[in-house]
């Protein structure tokens, strides 16, 4: 029963692009008035990218946790001013990123480590092998990343990772399209070199 | 074009992310270069690689904590400015501080008086309040605004002269009531042992309220005073 509400609810939440009120629209005025179960659902909609964000910018979980929190507690606290009209995830990924970049400056005066070392999701017994190979593919991504400046990182894991456009990105990052695309170029020539070495590696391994 | 300016390209080449002219420049080259197709293809293989093995995998546990840890904040701060709104609008006035003082040092000094010999401990009735008259302040507050004024910081220790009623505040630092983060800060850091101890510096020097309250999700165990000398 109640797997079957929830599914009908993510159906609904995932139609109505072009609808007058979208159902994240609905959600959110209705988190506005002081509906919990609203906010609840609307971070349940969103928490898995904007986790995902915080954790290629941050580089492992618990950072990536305490980032999310932050981002969901600063929407909730200005929720009532925020413009319904406006389009609430693309607020909400603004301020995603800000709250990532503040932790990353905060980060490089500790120096946290950028390999995730803790075991993830528990595999079945039949995809151990697989879980395995994966979480070494996971490890080497996070160690990619790492080798990059802030900024790169934060260009490359907007553009290719999440999906935005150049122009977006750039505003996302407070920068301009050109220094955007130098970051991304960057960085993608240092991803293609570090693969390249790491092929290098294998094969005289081998 | 030649081939290092190509190489250049390449990695922005792949998304289209140059001017017309270069991406068809860049075409033009590789198309005739096998380097440049080469590392065109590595550098896709390179950003394909990154979207697919730089995922989190974390499991519901982990969002589930996630967001009761919002909630948990959330709750914090909802509970803390309701309490302070309660108290200010009503404890700043300063006719209002006189007469509770007056009404306050009236009931306990009787209560110091009746309970001389046996250390006692009662009830405290809903608002909670008590007076403290301590021996004349050594820094004598000149106006009424200067009664919440930082230096009564440096006042933790009360004299030992003058009668006095103490409530035993859990081990905490005295919150100037000036600064209100601040003393949100300090009384959260009371709240841990379940009260909340709010301290006025009256504009009379000699008087100076305490108000040991407990914090309102404790609030079903009601808070003890003890007279003692
Ligand atoms: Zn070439």
């Not at chain 2, 309660?86 to 007469?99: K, N």
Request: aromatic share 6%; charged share 30%; hydrophobic share 40%.
């Amino acid at each position: 029963m109640a797997e079957i509400s929830l599914m009908a609810q993510d159906l609904r939440l995932n139609r109505g692009e072009g609808e007058e009120t979208t159902p994240i629209a609905r959600l959110v005025a209705r988190a506005q008035t002081g509906n919990r179960e609203a906010f609840d659902q609307l971070m349940i909609c969103h928490q898995h990218r904007v986790v995902a964000l915080a954790w290629r910018l941050l580089g492992n979980r618990e950072e990536a946790r305490d980032a999310a929190q932050e981002t969901f507690l600063k929407v909730y606290r200005h929720l009532a001013s925020f413009d319904p009209e406006r389009d609430f995830g693309a607020w909400l990924y603004r301020i995603a990123v800000n709250v990532c970049r503040d932790h990353a400056k905060k980060r490089n005066r500790r120096e946290r480590v950028w390999d995730e070392q803790e075991i993830y999701r528990q595999p079945s017994a039949e995809d151990v092998e697989q879980w395995a190979i994966d979480n070494q593919e996971r490890r080497l991504a996070l160690q990619a990343l790492a080798e990059l400046t802030e900024k790169e990182r934060a260009a490359i894991v907007l553009r290719d990772l999440e999906g935005f456009e150049t122009d977006e990105v750039a505003r996302l990052l407070g920068s301009t399209p050109t220094t955007v695309r130098s970051q991304i170029s960057k960085a993608r020539a240092k991803l293609k070199d570090l693969r390249a070495r790491r092929a290098h590696s294998l094969d005289r391994k081998a | 074009m030649n081939c290092i300016h190509a190489k250049e390209l390449l990695p922005l080449f792949i998304t289209g992310d140059l001017s017309a002219a270069d991406m068809n420049a860049v075409g033009e080259h590789a198309r005739r270069c096998e380097s440049c197709r080469a590392q065109t293809a590595e550098i896709t293989a390179a950003r394909d690689w990154l979207k697919q093995a730089a995922n989190p995998a974390l499991d519901e546990d982990f969002y589930d904590h996630m967001r009761a840890g919002v909630w948990d904040r959330i709750d914090a701060e909802a509970n803390r400015p309701r309490w302070w709104s309660f108290i200010l609008p009503v404890w700043t006035s300063r006719p209002v501080l006189a007469m509770a003082a007056a009404v306050l040092l009236a009931v306990f000094g009787l209560i110091a008086i009746s309970d001389r010999k046996n250390v006692s401990t009662r009830p405290v009735p809903p608002q909670d309040v008590t007076a403290e008259l301590s021996a004349p302040a050594p820094e004598p507050f000149a106006t009424a605004d200067q009664r919440v004024a930082p230096q009564y910081k440096r006042r933790v220790k009360p004299e030992p002269a003058a009668p006095r009623i103490v409530v035993p505040a859990p081990a905490a630092p005295i919150s100037p009531l000036g600064d209100m983060a601040e003393a949100a800060s300090d009384a959260e850091s009371i709240e841990e042992s379940g009260m909340i101890r709010i301290e006025i510096q009256t504009a009379d020097p000699n008087i100076k309220i305490i108000w040991l309250a407990p914090k309102p999700a404790a609030a079903k165990s009601d808070p003890i005073i003890s007279t003692t000398e």
